[in-house]
Every structure is written in structure tokens, then in C-alpha cells.
């Protein structure tokens, strides 16, 4: 698929799809953490080879946001289906991540590269890196972090998740490395620490090795909790992250742990794919015990769609997770589009 939309195209389209002001807290019906699955209906998206990692949601104007591991586009989603570019920029190689950061009226989108996507190629495959920042409304890139600079180690990348610290600084962990990065509100970026525990241990067959992070959630206390491939999560004190310690969980989550939603109490909803076992996803809910120091698991729900890859807010409190079509794209098989499904996460 071409995408041939000029800048100020997208940016009129990103004006007219987002709205220009958004809503800075979650719907009221989600005051209780729970998902209000009974009412609510499964988004079949219509975007055919946009092939989307992770997605996260636009309370004002109720609208979902996603990126695209097939090309260099950011795009929403209504709740009829309906898929739009909002955002395609030359920086980007493929997007992994997506986060809406109201506060400061800005998407920010992990740039990587699996080699699968319409701007890989052999010298950059699992060599890209970055976090950019967009205004929203307009689309306008405000800065782009090159994170293989930061690094400078010439090593394998891939920017898994980023999340934002509600003084605007934004944390990226790398699946294929122990770093985390921190990145601040002008995006200047560092290495907020490289341990250990956040060394990866996962294989997934004939295609990466040693997959690590998979995910990170901010929470009071100036904390980073972050998702593991492998089921575990660690817990990362940002004012002295040498001190990360495994969180002591009930039991592990499952694996392959994929994506991870923070909810209005401040626990977890988490999914895990089904991508090594080919079997139906499963979703759980992390409490956590005093200050992230341990958690309780409890298995809430289950999704039957191929290979599960991120929870997102949805309207009304909803959990949604994304199912994206990532078992075809490695597979090199087409999809005509992707879903959306609203999950039990009580």
C-alpha cells in the first residue's frame, strides 16, 4: 500500500478526524476499573496491510490511535471502523508504539524496524530506534530522539512500548537490550539505566532471540513497572533505578507478555499474545501490593483473535484489546484490516 497523502493533507485530515482539544481524564464510567463489555461493540477495523502493534485512545474525541508496523504512518480509528492517516513522516521507518499524552497535546510514536516493513531494508533492519513526538491537531513533528545514538553500541533495537511521566519526561524500553531510555518534554534523550533484570531470555522461533521488555506503565511514586516477554515484571524506582527489583507476583503472567493498560486505580491490565502457542490470548489483572513491591494476577478474560498485541482505554471505562494482524505480516500474508474487542478486565 502507498500512501501518497501530502503533509498538509494529513495534518487538515488530523485536524478534522482528532479534534483539536482533548479530554484530560477518563470517561467517568471508568471510575471503577472495570470493562463494560455487555454493551459494547467489537471494532472491526477497515485498514487493510496497516498491520498495528499497539493502540491507545483519544478520550475527547473518542477516537482510537494507532501505528503501523508496515510503514511510517500514525492513524485513528472510529468506532465504526473507520481508518485514517493522520500522520506519515520520512523519520519513520515502521511504528511499534503509540501513546496519547494529553497533557501535552502531543502522540508520541516508537520508530523500529523487523525488515518486514515498506521502508526496511537489510542495513537498518533491527537497527532503528527512536521516539518522535507530534502535535496533535495538526500532526507537526515537535522533535524526533535517535536512540542508537544515545546507545552507541552498534547493537541490535527495537523500541517496545513508551509511557509518559506526568512532568512530560517519556520512558522507551528496548526489547532487545536491558536499557531503558528517558526522554525529556524537548526531546533530548539518555540512558536512564541498563540492568540486568531487564535483560531479555525469550526465543521466538526463526525470528528474534533474547526478547526482553515488552511494555512500561508510570505510577505514583515516581515508578516505572515494566512487562517482561517472559511473564515477570520488573520494578524500576526512577529517582535510583539501580535499585530495580522483580515485583513478586502471585504467579507469572503469561507468556508472551504483550501489552499493558494502567487503570484508574492504578493497577494493571495486562494481555499476553498467542503468538508462540497459537492459542487464545489471555488478559489479567495486576493489584499491586504496597508500593509495586509485589502484585496478585488474576486471570480476567480471554481473546480468540490471532495473536494479541496491546490493551487500550476505550468509550465508556472500556478495555480493548488490539489484535493486529502480526502472525500474517511476519508470515508474509496480507489481512484486510484488524480488530478491536472489548475485554473483561474485572
Not at 552498534?154 to 512530560?168: E, F, M, R
Amino acid at each position: 500500500m502507498k500512501l501518497k497523502q501530502s503533509a498538509i493533507t494529513l495534518s487538515l485530515t488530523a485536524m478534522t478526524v482528532l479534534g483539536t482539544t482533548l479530554a484530560g481524564a477518563t470517561d467517568v464510567l471508568a471510575a471503577s476499573g472495570q470493562s463494560r463489555t455487555a454493551a459494547a461493540p467489537v471494532v472491526e477495523a477497515k485498514g487493510p496491510g496497516v498491520f498495528p502493534h499497539s493502540a491507545d485512545y483519544y478520550p475527547g474525541s473518542r477516537k482510537f490511535v494507532t501505528g503501523s508496523l508496515a510503514h511510517n504512518t500514525i492513524s485513528s480509528v472510529d468506532q465504526k471502523g473507520k481508518v485514517r492517516t493522520i500522520i506519515e513522516d520520512k523519520k519513520l521507518v515502521s511504528v511499534q508504539a503509540v501513546r496519547v499524552d494529553t497533557r501535552g497535546n502531543r502522540i508520541l510514536a516508537g520508530n523500529v524496524d523487523y525488515g518486514t516493513a515498506e521502508r526496511s531494508s537489510e542495513a537498518t533492519k533491527f537497527k532503528v530506534a527512536g521516539v518522535a513526538a507530534y502535535q496533535i491537531g495538526s500532526g507537526r513533528r515537535l522533535w524526533y530522539a535517535d536512540l542508537n545514538k544515545v546507545a552507541k553500541d552498534d547493537k541490535q533495537h527495537l523500541v517496545a512500548d513508551v509511557t509518559v511521566a506526568p512532568n512530560g519526561t517519556a520512558y522507551a524500553v528496548d526489547q532487545l537490550s536491558s536499557t531503558i531510555f528517558r526522554i525529556d518534554r524537548n526531546g533530548k534523550a539518555s540512558v536512564l539505566v541498563s540492568h540486568k533484570l531487564l535483560a531479555g531470555n525469550v526465543d521466538v522461533p526463526n525470528f528474534l532471540n533474547n526478547v526482553g521488555m515488552s511494555a512500561v506503565a508510570w505510577m505514583p511514586g515516581n515508578l516505572l513497572i515494566v512487562a517482561k516477554a517472559d511473564g515477570s515484571l520488573v520494578r524500576v524506582p526512577i529517582d535510583n533505578p539501580g535499585k530495580a527489583t522483580k515485583v513478586k507476583l502471585s504467579k507469572n503472567l503469561s507468556a508472551l507478555t504483550a501489552g499493558i493498560r494502567v487503570l484508574p486505580d492504578r493497577s494493571l491490565a495486562v494481555v499476553s499474545s498467542g503468538l508462540l502457542t497459537g492459542k487464545a490470548a489471555v488478559v489479567q489483572r495486576v493489584r499491586p501490593g504496597q508500593g509495586w513491591k509485589s502484585a496478585t494476577v488474576k486471570v480476567t478474560d480471554t481473546v480468540t483473535d490471532p495473536v494479541t498485541s496491546s490493551v487500550t482505554p476505550g468509550p465508556g471505562g472500556r478495555t480493548y484489546a488490539l489484535s493486529g494482524g502480526l502472525a500474517a505480516m511476519l508470515a508474509g500474508k496480507p489481512n484486510d484490516g484488524f480488530t478491536l474487542r472489548p475485554v473483561d478486565v474485572r
